[in-house]
């Protein structure tokens, strides 16, 4: 999960409003994991006191759940960013309000015991110093990954996830949640594949690698968790999927922001939503732009907030525009899509209103001449207008379409 989307809300000196409740049921959703189909996540709101990250136990796989927290710090990092409240890549250093060993604090509501707060915080703590660049503690929720969450089958679980919610919401937005902005700007400058290739990348492949973290890399602790082997074993993995299904030619970037449920949208035509940000981000890193730093691809974000605008940020940084980097991919791919894209024009995506006539037409069509007659009119409507048509539709569509089509066909 990469970002919190709350639509309504608005600043309030007190504890109450629909932003403020929509993120209360965020965190009984997440404690609670009611569904046993965990989500780890991570959230920041601007003006609060603390951020909160919750990763779920899965075996004793510590390493890889270590790893899974330092993804998610980095959509907190993120975030930070994109909310202003983070505008340098130097680390503040130093105290900064608070002792550097309680920047992460990890919170056991189940009980769950062994050895997750103690390596989760390890490895948290042996981050550089580089990427510390929050003035507030990050606390880290350790949620059993079974349904119930922290809850104990003993228990009534919803007594439990109420006392950690009572202990929580002081800590992450203190003196009754005066100033802390519920509202969520974010879904207007996020460029959500490549946050989640950066996070990944950065997790598995630096900050979890050889050489990237001294918890990690201290064989006292029996962690030793190869980042580098599990990033490269998800490029190829990747590679299967571009080369084989769902494939390449179904594989889109957005073009414009704010792109609306784009990886949902990736997600009708078989794309997931981490191959998709991981494939964008090697790109950019082993093709596009190799010196690419970290510092770089933050400074995108801090940009982006400043100008209220991802592609004002990314090009600013990279002197070349999201669209040119697009059709790099797509180019590099061998990835035959219709000229739109290397054309550097857009097409706007279709309105419904614009649907009508065609699905007017067609169902006119089908009635006038029968099924065959229908049949026709329904592929005129498909090439006219992608709005309203299933799913299968669109993706056979897909290889003659080009992306604004696809990309926006099931919302229209
Ligand atoms: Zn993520």
């Known amino acids: ?34 569904s046993g189909e965990p989500q780890a996540g991570a959230d920041y709101y601007k003006g609060a006191g603390a951020a909160a990250i919750y990763i779920y136990t899965h075996n004793e796989d510590y390493g890889s759940t270590a790893k899974v927290c330092v993804h998610e710090y980095h959509h907190l990092l993120q975030q930070g960013m994109l909310h202003g409240s983070i505008t340098s890549t130097t680390a503040p250093g130093g105290v900064v309000g608070f002792n550097d060993m309680e ?11 062994g050895l997750w ?15 510390k660049l929050f003035d507030l503690p990050t606390y880290v929720l350790v949620i059993a990954e079974g349904v119930g969450g922290i809850g104990d089958e003993d228990d009534d679980d919803g007594d439990v996830v109420t006392t950690a919610i009572e202990d929580l919401v002081p800590l992450l937005w203190p003196n009754d949640c005066a100033g802390v902005d519920f509202e969520n700007r974010l879904d207007t400058l996020v460029n959500g594949a490549l946050a989640e290739g950066e996070a990944e990348y950065y997790a598995a492949n630096v900050y979890m690698n050889s050489g990237g973290n001294t918890y990690n ?36 970037l957005p073009l414009t922001f704010p792109v609306e449920n784009a990886f949902k ?27 690419t730093t970290q ?109 604004p089509l696809v990309l926006y066909s099931p919302a229209c």
């Not at 709350?6 to 009611?34: D, F, H, I, T, W």
């Not at 707060?117 to 990427?131: C, F, N, Q, R, Y």
Request: charged residues 20%; glycine residues 10%.
């Open 217 to 252: 890399d201290d064989s006292d602790n029996n962690l030793n968790w190869d980042g580098g082997a599990d990033w490269m074993s998800r490029v190829a993995n990747n590679e299967e999927f571009m080369n084989g299904t769902p494939g390449k030619e179904l594989y889109h």
């Open 265 to 291: 949208k990736l997600e009708e035509l078989g794309w997931r939503q981490h191959p998709v940000g991981q494939i964008c981000y090697t790109h950019l890193k082993n093709v596009w732009r190799p010196a």
């Open 117 to 131: 707060t103690t390596h989760v915080k390890g490895v948290m703590d042996g981050l550089p110093a580089s990427i």
């Open 295 to 403: 510092a770089e691809l933050m400074q995108v974000n801090i940009v982006a907030y400043a100008e209220n605008s991802f592609v004002v940020g990314f090009e600013t940084v990279f002197n070349s525009s999201w669209r040119e980097f697009v059709c790099h991919l797509e180019t590099h791919h061998q990835i035959s899509r219709a000229a739109q894209t290397c054309l550097k024009s857009t097409k706007e995506p279709p309105k419904r209103e614009d649907c009508t006539l065609e699905i007017v037409l067609g169902v006119l069509g089908r009635l006038a001449f029968g099924a065959l007659a229908g049949l026709v009119s329904l592929a005129m409507y498909c090439g006219a207008c992608a709005c309203g048509i299933p799913n299968m539709f669109s993706a056979k569509h897909a290889k003659a379409e080009t992306y």
């Open 1 to 34: 999960m990469l970002f919190l989307i709350n639509a309504y809300a608005v600043v309030l000196g007190v504890c109450s409003g629909m932003g403020y409740e929509m993120a209360v049921e965020n965190l009984r959703q997440k404690l609670g994991n009611p």
């Open 103 to 113: 920047r992460f604090q990890t919170k056991d509501y189940g009980g769950i015991g």
